[in-house]
């Protein structure tokens, strides 16, 4: 039986600065296990996306679940997605910066720059292969997460040390 337990890598962690693997059998039990608990995790933890090195898994797993909740009040309500070996096909030239708080990192934001709009390419969980158009805060949670299966973390990306600020005073200002 599948352990529920999410227990969720913190920055620091080795597996969250590797490169994940490649999902080789999707419908292995293992595979399958990972997927129901990174689910599982992403709504325990307030979540809005997710990634399998932070539930120290090394696979190129992430998932989209975008909802309003108390750590993202203005997220868009869709219907999670799990995307298995993505990878960004086409970027928009032009990037805004936006803020991003990540379950590894915990405490505190900061303003990311970001593409506004990116085409993905995954294989879906009944295998199909699938080319979706990701734009604005959705494109945001996909490049969080896919940074996560290439070992970097949101902070990595932030222009100046200026841009990040404690999650106490971002609930203040937003």
Request: aromatic share 6%; charged share 30%; with cysteine.
């Amino acid at each position: 039986m599948l352990n529920k337990n999410c227990t969720i890598a913190k920055l620091g962690e080795p597996i969250l600065r590797e490169k994940a693997k490649k999902v080789k059998e999707i419908n292995s039990p293992e595979i399958q296990d990972i997927i129901t608990k990174m689910l599982h995790c992403v709504k325990q933890s307030k979540g809005v996306g997710l990634a399998a090195p932070q539930i120290f898994e090394s696979y190129q797993i992430l998932i989209i679940s975008s909802h309003p909740n108390e750590r993202y009040p203005n997220a868009p309500l869709l219907k999670d997605e799990v995307l298995i070996n993505p990878k960004i096909i086409n970027k928009s030239k032009e990037k805004e910066k936006g803020w991003e708080g990540c379950l590894s990192i915990p405490g505190i934001r900061a303003l990311v720059p970001r593409h506004i709009n990116i085409e993905v390419e995954y294989t879906s969980v009944d295998g199909n292969i699938k080319q979706v158009i990701f734009e604005d805060f959705i494109a945001r949670i996909f490049q969080h997460e896919f940074d996560h299966l290439v070992g970097k973390v949101y902070i990595d990306r932030v222009e100046d040390n200026i841009d990040i600020i404690s999650e106490e005073l971002y609930f203040k200002i937003i």
